[in-house]
Structure formats: C-alpha cells, structure tokens
C-alpha cells in the first residue's frame, strides 16, 4: 500500500443519476488524515448520496474512490467489504439493529466481520460503549433508548471496527433539541482526538468550530468550499454565507 | 350411549397412534416447508430477475393446484417418473411441504419486506456481505414477525394432512375411516377424529403464542 503524503480519501468526480435525475454532478474532493470537513447544502442537494456513494452503498455511475493511495475496485467484492470496514458510517435515523442490545448492536459486526472471539468482541464493545458514555446501558434494546443514546450506540458500534474515516450523515437531525448536545460532544471528542471526518449537518455552530474545510454542496455538486472562517465570515459574500444566515434565522443555536 | 363410548374407548389406542403419524407429517412438512421458504423468501427479495421469476412461477404453481391433485400427481405420476420410490409417508410430507413452503414463502417475505431498510444499509457499512447481514440481521426479525402468519398456516397443514389418507397414509382420518367402516360407529369416530386435530391445532397454536412471547424483543411495539 503506497501510504505517503497523500490525502487518506480522495474521491473523484462521482456522478450519479436515480429517477432520471442528475443526482450527483461530478463530484470531486479530498480528505487528509485527521480533517474534520463538513459538508452543508440545502435539503436534496445530495449530501447523503454522495456520503453513500464513498463506501457504495450506492453505487456510483462514474467516478473513482481512493483509500489511501489506492483506488478502490467496487466489484470485487472482497476489496468492498474491506473499504467498508475502514469507513466508519452514521445515519441520521441511526439504522440499529433492532433485535440486538446495545451491546450485541456493537460487537455482532466484530464478531461477524473482524470474527473475534465471544468475549474479546464483548469486551471491546463494552470498551467502546463505556466511551460514548453508555457505560451503563448495554442490555438495553434500541427500542428502549433514546434518540441521543441510539445515535450515542451507533456512533461505538462503527468506532469498534477500528475504522480510518467516518462519514456522518445528519447524526442529529432526527433528535429532539435537548438530545443534540450528548451526540455533539461525542462527535467533537472524535475531532480532538483526531478522527478523520466528512459530517453533513446543519448544525452551522459546531461546524464553525470545529471544522477544518467547509463544502457547500447544491444541485448535486459542490459550489463552495474553504475554511469557515472565511466561508463563514459576517461580511463574506458566499452562498455558503447566505444559507446559513437563513438557517441561523430557522432555528436558534445552542452551541 | 354406553356402546358409543366403549367404541370410542375400543378404538382410542389405534388412533392415537394415528395422531402420532399426523403430527409426523405435520412437522415434517412444516420443517420443509420452513427452510424451503426462508430461501425462496430471500431469493425473491434479495435475488436477480431469474431467481425471482423461478420462485413466483413455484409459488404459482403450489398455489394454484389443489393439494388432492398434487398428492396424486407427485405420488403415483411424477416420484415414479423420476425413479424415486416413496412411501406414502414420505410422499404426503414432501407434497404438503412443497406446498406450504410456498405459502410460507409469502409470509417471510412480507415480513422481511416491512423491515426497515436501513438496518441492511447499516450491516454493509459495517463491511457485512449481503448473506452473513440477512442471515445475523434480517432474518432473526423477520422470522420473529413471522410467528402469527406462521402458526396460522401450522392450523391450515395439520387440517389439510388429513388429505394423506387418500394415498394409504396411516394417520389420523385414515384410521378412523377404517375402524367406521367396519364398525359403522361412523359418528363417534369421526367426532373423536374431529376432537384430535382440534386439540392438536390449539397445541400448537398455544406453543406458537408462547414461543411469540418469549422471543419478543424489549421495548418493541409495531
Ligand atoms: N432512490 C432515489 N430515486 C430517485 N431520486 C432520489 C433517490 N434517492 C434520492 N433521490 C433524490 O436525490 C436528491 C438528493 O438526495 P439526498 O442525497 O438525500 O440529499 P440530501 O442528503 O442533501 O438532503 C433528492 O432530490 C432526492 O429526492
Ligand atoms: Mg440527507
């Protein structure tokens, strides 16, 4: 594996067409190992099909994914589900297993996939629970959690894979408002410790904060993109700036 | 009154042995019909056009064509011209089997179809091949959800393997068919015959409900 310099991810003009439509218009990016980028847009810009189109999920029509200097071959199965254990992946409506505890919902992809042992997977997955603050909450089932703690267990049961990249898609948008901070702070943990990331979010505030690079997507193509602080500046004069002024106006802020 | 129960009595050991033979070949066809299904379930949902187009005509076909017909076509029609030579036995659990197991296969397949989406979603982003996540996430739920649509079709083959007598299997009605017919105590035996797969029904129709319960998963309203 050539593993120099490079970005970690870099992923080239993805295009995508569903329904007829021109869903993702050559999208092209890159990601160095440790960045934090987020990725803002209106609603049906395509931010989660192209988050889904790295790991493919969704197959891309074109276009071509990278890991570490090496490009992805999606059709050989055993190269996919490699990259897919290397990109750690948060949904907006979490996806948990609902027949599984929170504990199995963590280790049954260590078991399965990495094949570790019973009580190695569980102890990781403890572990890994223990550190998203659901220490104590491990033979709950999803359907006794809260939004906050499903999103809290969906976030460990990816970091249990050990994966280089994380691609979190809305991770708070399904959440009532008192529930975003628990799953901001996890999220921000991850940052400072350095976790290599691309969050689509609309949580303009955190990403101010926290975020290396900004890429404003619309219409299936992203039209912006720089460091928030110029992006995101008062007086810039970007769409970037314009969305979120208006989002600002929307919803007020905690963070 | 005194003669009818002495009948039945006189006639109890002979057919309980014959519920023994019915409840065999209910289990054995619901078992079939089990495995069976669960493929062709997950053939049709998750599988190319051909395999889809096999299991619909299959489906098709078991369901369309009375299980009387069946029972003789395969018995004395299509095991013969295969060289395959059965007993009576084996011949009414293949034939109700294939049966269920298509209308077992509708049920799995519903069930695995109101999943939500995204759980599969989820097990390939965790690098899980699209068998080992219908295997360790789809199918433990959908086949939870499949108990009462399951237990359901249980009641309809136990009454429909009353069907097995015509080829000379020994169970329930065969045996009561033939202790009537040479005792002409017709009514009694046919009651204590309707009695036992009453019973049996609500056996396994209660064993069903419990096994529904104690595999419900906490918290889980639908
Ligand atoms: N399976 C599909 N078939 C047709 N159109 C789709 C499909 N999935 C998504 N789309 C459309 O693609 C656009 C982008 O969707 P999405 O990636 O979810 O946007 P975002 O995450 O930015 O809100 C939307 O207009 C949506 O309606
Ligand atoms: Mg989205």
């Given at each position: 594996m050539t593993q120099g310099q490079g970005p970690i991810l870099r992923v080239e003009n993805i295009c995508k067409m569903l329904g007829g439509k021109k869903i993702l218009n050559s999208v092209s990016l890159s990601l160095n190992k440790g960045e934090l980028k987020v990725l803002i847009g209106p609603s049906g810009a395509g931010k989660s099909t192209l988050l889904q189109c790295i790991n493919f999920l969704i197959p891309p029509d074109r276009g071509q994914v990278w890991l570490e200097g090496t490009e992805v071959q999606h059709?050989?199965?055993?190269?996919?589900?490699?990259?897919?254990?290397?990109?750690?992946?948060?949904?907006?409506?979490?996806?948990?297993?609902?027949?599984?505890?929170?504990?199995?919902?963590?280790?049954?992809?260590?078991?399965?996939?990495?094949?570790?042992?019973?009580?190695?997977?569980?102890?990781?997955?403890?572990?890994?629970?223990?550190?998203?603050?659901?220490?104590?909450?491990?033979?709950?089932?999803p359907a006794e959690l809260s939004g906050g703690q499903k999103q809290r267990v969906s976030i460990a049961r990816a970091l249990a894979m050990d994966p280089k990249i994380m691609l979190l898609d809305e991770p708070t948008s399904a959440l009532d408002p008192e529930l975003i901070g628990e799953v901001l702070s996890v999220i921000r943990d991850l940052a400072r410790g350095g976790m290599t990331m691309i969050l689509a979010t609309h949580q303009i505030g955190f990403a101010r904060t926290l975020a290396d690079e900004v890429l404003f997507m619309e219409d299936g193509r992203i039209i912006e993109q720089g460091p928030p602080a110029e992006l995101l500046a008062p007086n810039a004069r970007t769409r970037s700036r314009d969305f979120c002024s208006k989002l600002d106006e929307l919803y007020e802020e905690n963070l | 009154m005194n003669e009818t129960l002495f009948a039945i009595l006189e006639a109890l050991p002979y057919l309980l042995q014959g519920a023994l033979v019915t409840i065999g070949i209910v289990i054995g066809a619901m078992?079939?019909?089990?495995?069976?299904?669960?493929?062709?379930?997950?053939?049709?949902?998750?599988?190319?056009?051909?395999?889809r187009r096999i299991v619909g005509l299959y489906v098709w076909f078991f369901r369309g064509v009375p299980i009387l017909v069946l029972l003789f076509l395969f018995y004395f029609g299509l095991f013969a011209l295969i060289g395959l030579n059965l007993s009576a036995f084996s011949a009414s659990v293949l034939v109700l089997g294939m049966t269920t197991a298509a209308y077992q296969s509708q049920i799995f397949r519903g069930a695995i179809q109101s999943l939500p989406q995204g759980q599969l979603k989820a097990a390939r982003a965790l690098g899980m091949s699209d068998l080992?996540?219908?295997?360790?996430?789809?199918?433990?739920?959908?086949?939870?959800?499949?108990?009462?649509?399951?237990?359901?079709?249980?009641?309809?083959?136990?009454?429909?393997?009353?069907?097995?007598?015509?080829?000379?299997?020994?169970?329930?009605?065969?045996?009561?068919?033939?202790?009537?017919?040479?005792?002409?105590?017709?009514?009694?035996?046919?009651?204590?015959?309707?009695?036992?797969?009453?019973?049996?029904?609500?056996?396994g129709v209660q064993a069903l409900l419990k096994l529904e319960s104690k595999v419900r998963i906490p918290g889980y309203t639908r």
């Open positions: 059709h050989r199965k055993r190269d996919l589900y490699a990259l897919r254990q290397q990109i750690g992946m948060i949904f907006q409506d979490f996806n948990l297993f609902d027949h599984l505890n929170a504990l199995e919902n963590v280790s049954i992809a260590l078991r399965k996939v990495k094949k570790m042992g019973r009580s190695a997977a569980r102890e990781r997955a403890l572990a890994q629970l223990e550190q998203v603050g659901l220490g104590d909450k491990i033979t709950l089932y | 078992g079939l019909g089990l495995i069976m299904g669960v493929h062709m379930a997950a053939g049709q949902v998750y599988g190319n056009r051909a395999v080992t996540a219908i295997i360790t996430v789809i199918l433990p739920q959908a086949l939870r959800l499949s108990i009462p649509g399951w237990s359901n079709e249980y009641s309809i083959i136990l009454k429909d393997s009353a069907l097995a007598f015509v080829l000379g299997t020994s169970e329930i009605m065969a045996r009561s068919h033939f202790v009537a017919s040479r005792t002409y105590h017709h009514l009694p035996l046919y009651m204590t015959a309707g009695c036992l797969y009453f019973i049996l029904t609500w056996i």
